[in-house]
């Protein structure tokens, strides 16, 4: 069974500042890894999806890497802004099934 | 392009009452899935459906079922709420089974609060 788990649980940064968020997976059999952004009361925003033959990929000021042998994945975020306080979440689409297993999720705060 | 949509955005409910949420998924997605993020849980696979027909259930009683139409939108049904069921329900799309690991794109979900 795939359990996705992500650390910390919670992270507080400047403004400006380079982070590093983390998420593992127990089962390296996945599809995918896909990295969402969660805004307060609201739905998921997808960000970054990592199909499990890539190492990573980049959107902007993001970029989210992908080891399945060791069965961890990371979201870099360069130049933090205050507009990047949500919630992250990461989810892996384990093969032989089609639905998502979601980790917690880091709640991050900007701090202007 | 229109993506997912989803009714209601928000729904108060007693306990015992029975509750069907509804989704429209992105035009030419077959698949439909939905998720519950309750309070202090996580986000948990609840129901996947393609084509009509139940493709996989996560681990949830049997008061929980939906159903999928010829347009490929669905409803989600929760008879005999309990208080445990107040929770965000998110909706995602996806094209079909063509080779799995299909991303799925989500709705805004509804917040369902039982009292």
């Known amino acids: 069974k795939q359990e996705v788990t992500q650390i910390p649980a919670a992270l507080s940064v400047p403004e400006g500042e380079n982070l590093v968020l983390n998420c593992s997976f127990t089962d390296s059999a996945i599809y995918n890894l896909q990295w969402f952004r969660q805004d307060p009361g609201k739905g998921l925003t997808s960000l970054l999806l990592i199909q499990s033959s890539q190492r990573e990929q980049t959107s902007g000021r993001l970029n989210a890497s992908l080891d399945k042998s060791s069965g961890r994945s990371t979201l870099y975020i360069a130049a933090s802004q205050p507009g990047d306080s949500a919630t992250y979440l990461c989810a892996a689409t384990p093969q032989g099934a089609q639905k998502l297993v979601f980790g917690q999720g880091t709640r991050l705060t900007i701090n202007p | 392009e229109a993506g997912v949509t989803q009714s209601p955005t928000h729904l108060i409910k007693t306990r015992g009452q029975q509750v069907t949420l509804r989704c429209s998924p992105i035009?030419?997605?077959?698949?439909v899935y939905w998720y519950q993020q309750a309070l202090g849980l996580g986000l948990q696979f609840l129901l996947w459906?393609?084509?009509?027909?139940?493709?996989n259930r996560g681990n949830f009683p049997p008061r929980f079922s939906g159903r999928q139409f010829p347009n490929y939108s669905s409803e989600l049904n929760v008879n005999a709420l309990e208080l445990e069921d107040s929770a965000l329900y998110l909706c995602a799309s996806s094209w079909g089974l063509a080779g799995g690991g299909e991303t799925q794109y989500f709705g805004p979900g509804t917040r369902l609060l039982v009292l």
């Open positions: 035009s030419g997605h077959t698949s």
């Open positions: 459906y393609d084509e009509g027909e139940e493709r």
